[in-house]
């Protein structure tokens, strides 16, 4: 790792450090693996984007469904495409890790469930959340009768509503859905991808 | 107060004459000023603590608003069109401010509501933890009478951007932002990373807050003298950084954990992590006896007798033989205080001043104090692991917390994922007909059956324990006169009873799942819950009968067959350990392995055995309890633990990437794994502690052999040299008769036992009452919501009431909307912190 370490300056290492929940082993590796997805006039240019496409192709994101979502909710590019620097990329890796706080993680699951990104999940995002979660993605193009029936998410989507819609707005905004996910201890471990 | 008078403006002014629109802009500005001046210098505190009181008012005078003037029709005007939205078919729990309802105005400021911006809204982030930090700012500097305050005034305190009106929204969120800056500036370097650091903003805006504040610092710091307790914090901080960072490269196992997760996901991933944590306080044993007991005997080896035995292999397994005259045993251990120059000859307490190791107590207090520093470990991951998985707040909501959190980001391996999503849709298409009001038939009759085969399947298991139990009972007499009567000659049969012992805990649980199988449990979670407690039931009467054995048939054996029990016992329970550890391995070769091709080639299925995270996690309990109860007699049993638990992590890891799948029932990771921890702790620690205390409390140790020969008892090792300790320094003498007093007297015992219990009193209590609180809040939100619900609707018939003004009241209502909104926030988020 000598070389590419070498390229990571060593303020800019301690201030990661600081600013994320990261170790300075998962940084290097971060840098590592970042570098190696950048093409080669990039090379070694951390404020560069690396497309979208080509963060998706990291096993750990590969098969994942909400990959798409993820990229966009971390990517700072002003055109929306979901390309990320390699700050992105630690803020991505700092979310997701071990010692991120149930706070940072559940801020930006909500962010990540957001579809429309209008600041709650609306029946809408709800719809397009259970669809990615119950329907495999190669068969989600061509028939939606793999997942839940039509009736089925009506209903589920209103219980949900009102199971944690505490101030019956009919949407679940940040606030509510943290409380939700308060209440399940798993999802702590589970929202994590480890590089 | 200036703020009630948005109300006014939805009527005819005349009702209150008051001010006009353009009046009531610069009201807000103002207002928006002081909130500048009033996060800024905190001695402006007091103008704000009539805020609650004025605030009081509004609401009332909110209330007659609402029930004398507001005209109801406008809500019953709204019914005709309800069918359209096809949610709402779903009942009246769901009238909901849907979207499709508003004009685009009214969206535009729904949307920009603190609620929902702070989902999204750089802004709207930075203005919630400029709050946040001023809170901490306030929480460190001030007395806690302030902070009251401060709570109650946060939703005046907190200023609110309004992207609807973009013209100043931008200048407003640099002011947020300087505001921040000052805010972090004055917290201390610690606390103001750990907010930095888990703010949701991306890396460069944090960057750049970071810089701004340590900028700031450094001009402060120049003119006033540098604060030498923040700097060394700052040096601790560093340290541990290296030092954890350190640490976390050494992570053990963390490529084949991760394969593992990728593949089958948290659920197995505990049982391996569980593992780990076995490890851990294994190597801990092990560290311990190995400095303070087995180095300093190594060192100063006693003599050996003349008849040892050579290595022959079997020993390997039973533990006997050449090594019974090792440092692996007690009897090998001596009685007197080790030092360089000692002569054997004399073995007496040596009164000769050089650096000396009184063996008897050393051996004496490593036991004490390993078990004491393991205790507390245990029972502070206990509480931790209680705390994390039984929140106090058990309202139902089941599906959305399934919706929310099911999915497992760890998964990455394209199959698992497909099985991953599979599960969730038959769990929630499961649930969803849980819903459903069932039509039973005969419920009765249904019922009553089901009773009793319960009771028949629990009355089998109880059985069946209860014969295997017995049948130990009297086997293990049986060994016992049999090798008496043989000798030792035959090294092998002593074998006969940890196989007999293992053969029952193999097969037994096997009959236990059969019997859950007709059972039929509706629910998993019960399902799992009877199964380990069956198999629980089974384990510690098991152990139960082997103490007894060991401590009262052994022990106190009258003939001289065994010349050292202690090293028999130790032997004995090395002996459980590696046989336990072969049939697991047996366990796993036809269990897994063998079942697989099974599976696969004869009966031609696609599904491979599932792992029983529940089966294999308490086996490892029950190992780990041998290697506990073993302690005592044999100090190097950790490090056979540690070997075991080293091999079994690879080999169930390869039989488990081989030759299973990812479990199909939904797996309740955090609070099985506090489960097994409480398991650890209560059956298991628990009972081997009691029985290793009360063979050092009141069993007589043998009288050739160990550290303890000569004494009445071990515990007379500790007495024994307080004596001396007094005699030889008079002073000392109440050091003496306090350690009588604390160890020997039971009234400790009992007022120590009686403060615990008070103590958990109280905090049931304070538990009961937060949880009315959380009910009394929660009602409180719904009303706000109501009242949200309610403004909103206002704001939309004066939108369609003065179409061509609409633009200016929008803003108006806007503001009047948003001081409702942060109070509602405020009270939210006290409930979710209690």
Known sequence: MGTTSSQLNKNDLSEYQELTFLTKQEILLAHKRFTELQSKEQKGVLHLRVPMEKIHSLPELKSNPFRKRICQVFSTSEDKDGSLTFEDFLDLLSAFSDSATIEIKSHYAFRIFDFDDDGTLGYGDLEKLVNCLTIPEDKQKDTEETGLTREEMKQLITNILDESDIDKDGTVNLSEFQHVISRSPDFVSSFKIVL | MARSVNFDLNHPLIEYGLESPADEEGVHDSFNQLIAEQSQNEEMFDTFDQGPLGRRELDKEHQDFVYTSSPPHTFREREPDRGEYELEEYGEQTDPLIPERWSSDTLKILSSMPSRTIGRNRGAIISQYCNKTLQLRRRRQSKPADRVFSRSSRPSIRAYDLEADTTDSESRDLTKQDQLVNNLQNLSASDRERMLRGMPLCLTVKKKLRELASQKEKQTRSSSRINCC?????????????????????????????????RFGTGVLSYFLFLKTLL????????????????????????????RRSF??????????????????????????????????????????????????AYFFTIGMAFFITCIILVYSMSKSFGQSFRIDKSYSILAIKTFCSWDFRVIKKNSIKLLSENICT???????????????????????????????????????????????????????ENQKQGAAQEASLLALPVLVSLINLLLPGLFNFAAWVEDYISPSVRTYVGLSRNLMLKVSVLGVLCYHWLGRIATDGTDYIKCWESFVGQELYRFLIVDFIFTLLDTLFGELLWRLFSDKILKRQRKPEFDIAKNVLDLIYGQTLAWLGVLFSPLLPAVQILKLLLLFYIKMSSVMMNCQAPRRPYRVSQMTTIFITLLCFPSFLGSSVCVTYAMWSIKPSESCGPFRRLQTMLKAGKQWMKQLAEENASLSPLASAHAYLVENPLFLFVGAGIFLIVIYFHSQVLDGQRKIITLLQEHIKNEGEDKKFLITRLQSIHEQKRPSARKLTNQDSTELQEDKPQFSNYYGSSTSG
Not at chain 2, 316 to 335: E, I, P
């Open chain 2, 280 to 307: 851990f306080f294994n190597v801990f044993l092990f560290l311990v006896m190995g400095t303070f007991l087995v180095l300093p005997q190594a060192v100063y080896p006693p003599e050996v007798p003349a008849n």
């Open chain 2, 427 to 481: 769990q929630l298409k499961e649930l969803l007909g849980e819903l459903k009001p069932k039509h039973g038939r005969n419920p009765w009759l249904e019922r009553l059956r089901r009773l009793m085969v319960h009771c028949l399947a629990w009355l089998m298991c109880v059985a069946v324990t209860t014969g295997c139990v017995i049948g130990i009972y009297y086997f293990s007499d049986y060994m016992h006169i």
């Open chain 2, 230 to 262: 923040s700097h060394f914090k700052l040096c601790i901080i560093k340290s541990w950084y290296t030092w954890s960072s350190f640490i976390h490269s050494r992570q053990m196992w963390k490529v084949p954990l991760k394969r593992v997760s990728g």
């Open chain 2, 312 to 361: 022959s292999g079997l020993e390997l397994l039973t533990g006997a033989g050449y090594f019974s005259d090792t440092v692996m045993y007690y009897g090998y251990y001596c009685n007197y205080t080790l030092h360089r120059n000692y002569n054997s000859s004399t073995q007496a307490w040596s009164t000769v001043k050089l650096p000396s190791y009184n063996m008897p107590l």
